[in-house]
């Protein structure tokens, strides 16, 4: 299988700001990459570059075997690109903005009025369509966004961080039209902050923290590489957080996380397991749970970066009209 997308060694600087810092990534043809990073790590930069709209100052990239640079043109024939910030225009309608769209690439009026119908009923948006886009929600806006990044057929797209302000509906909406893309042929490159939604979206994951790939692999990959395991105890009691805490610090040797009663943390020996069941029916203590579970992405994150995982922060957006 052939790589959509390869990026080999790219620098990028803004003044003393070093935004890329010799990046390598490869995206497979009909898959999905998730972009990983915290704010600032490098994902929009990353992605400007491969959709030609800054040049690298090292390195080499490359989009459906275009070289971003020379062959620019050719890359943009082949790309769409739906930004962090919704690039359509407030004042115009649904159906406006989507033709306008495919007039610029040169479809006939015709056609462009049909692909503007097929795209909105497409992203149910049909119902919409005659209103300007200044009256939708953000959720609507994004699938509007999407969805004028797709007026060309794009084989390879970028999204970048689709779905940061949605809320949880929305984002669900949202990852199942990519969904609906991939398993038509689409290649795509998302950028996020969230573990979830690359663990949901990507065939593969490429970790970025100050301009650099720390980690690639698969979802699976990344998991069972940063110590595999935890231990996830909680009591039937609020009360007995404390001691169990205090036990599962004894036995990991790490001091546990503590979620409301859930207490957890990373293992490599299984044998805690017992051992823990034992110390902690010695104290006394009812438990509700005791598991060990694959880590999750949220602590390979914290492994890899030394950050906690960002969590979504929904907007309180619906689907009703903002009038
Ligand atoms: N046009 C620019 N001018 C100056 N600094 C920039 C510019 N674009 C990005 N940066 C800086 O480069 C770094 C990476 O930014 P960016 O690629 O936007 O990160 P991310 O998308 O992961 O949040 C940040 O420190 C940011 O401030
Ligand atoms: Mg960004």
């Known amino acids: 299988m052939s790589d959509a997308i390869r990026v080999e060694g790219v620098v990028k600087t803004f003044g003393d700001t070093t935004a890329l810092a010799g990046v390598d990534l490869a995206v497979r043809n009909g898959t999905v990459l998730g ?11 990353a992605v400007r570059v491969l959709a030609t709209l800054t040049a690298p100052d090292a390195g080499r990239a490359e989009v459906g075997g275009f070289d971003v640079v020379r062959d620019a043109h050719r890359v943009r024939q082949l790309i769409g690109l739906t930004g962090q910030y919704a690039a359509v225009d407030d004042a115009l309608t649904g159906t406006e903005n989507l033709q306008l769209i495919a007039r610029l690439l040169g479809m006939s009026r015709r056609d462009s009025k049909q692909r503007a119908r097929e795209l909105l009923a497409g992203f149910g948006l049909a119902h919409a369509a005659g209103r300007a886009v200044k009256t939708f929600s953000g959720g609507m806006r994004r699938r509007l966004d999407l969805a004028a990044s797709l007026v060309g057929h794009p084989q390879v797209l ?18 199942g039209l990519v969904r609906e893309l991939v398993s ?60 169990v805490v205090s036990v ?9 996380d503590v979620d409301g009663q859930l207490v957890t943390a990373p293992v490599t020996d299984p044998g805690v397991l017992p ?16 598991t060990l579970r694959s880590s999750s992405l949220n602590e390979v994150f914290l492994a890899l970066t030394g950050l906690p995982a960002p969590q979504p922060t929904p907007a309180h957006d619906t689907e009703e009209a903002r009038t």
């Open 275 to 290: 051992a823990a069941v034992r110390r902690l029916d010695d104290a006394g203590v009812v438990l509700a749970e005791l």
């Open 35 to 45: 972009l990983l990073g915290p704010n600032g790590a490098g994902k929009t930069t």
């Open 248 to 256: 599962v610090r004894q036995l990991t040797g790490v001091a546990p």
């Open 158 to 175: 970028f999204l970048d961080e689709p779905t940061t302000g949605l809320d949880p509906r929305s984002r669900l909406d949202l990852w």
């Open 184 to 243: 038509d042929g689409v290649t795509v490159l998302l950028t996020t902050q969230y573990l979830e939604e690359a663990d949901a979206l990507a065939d593969d994951i490429a970790v970025i923290d100050h301009g650099r790939v720390i980690a690639t692999g698969t979802p699976e990959e990344l998991k069972t590489r940063t110590g595999g395991q935890s231990l996830a105890v909680r009591p039937a009691a609020r009360a007995d957080v404390p001691a």
